[in-house]
């Protein structure tokens, strides 16, 4: 089984930056895709930003640029850099890993807890 450990969030002022880290566990041979979904309250959960191997980044329109998303393969790790942090990015930051291979087989999706991030002066 995937597990996914999300790190990094916070409270940060208006204008600030945060660096939220997630690294995947459980026999993992490879992943194909990692990525950042965030989900404010009362909202759906919305794609940040998603890497998949041998591809660009994609990111959600929202993010205009302050947002970068990397990718560790060797350490099965993904971050995601926020700079220029507004109000409206206050949400829960989720970390999903698709079709990931392991030694017992496939798994299709997964997600982490989800790490707070609240911006706010």
């Known amino acids: 089984q995937v597990q996914l450990v999300e790190s990094g969030g916070g409270l940060v002022q208006p204008g600030g930056s945060l660096r939220l880290s997630c690294a995947a566990s459980g026999s993992i041979l490879f992943i194909d895709t990692m990525g950042w979904y965030r989900q404010a309250p009362g909202k759906e959960r919305e794609l940040v930003a998603v890497?998949?191997?041998?591809?660009?980044?994609n990111y959600g329109d929202f993010v205009k640029g302050r947002f970068t998303i990397s990718r560790d393969i060797a350490r099965n790790t993904v971050y995601l850099q926020m700079n220029s942090l507004k109000s409206d990015d206050t949400a829960v930051y989720y970390c999903?890993?698709?079709?990931?291979?392991?030694?017992?087989?496939?798994?299709?999706?997964?997600w982490g807890q989800g790490t707070q991030v609240t911006v706010s002066s």
């Open positions: 890497v998949t191997s041998g591809r660009s980044p």
């Open positions: 999903n890993a698709r079709s990931v291979r392991t030694i017992n087989g496939i798994s299709n999706n997964s």
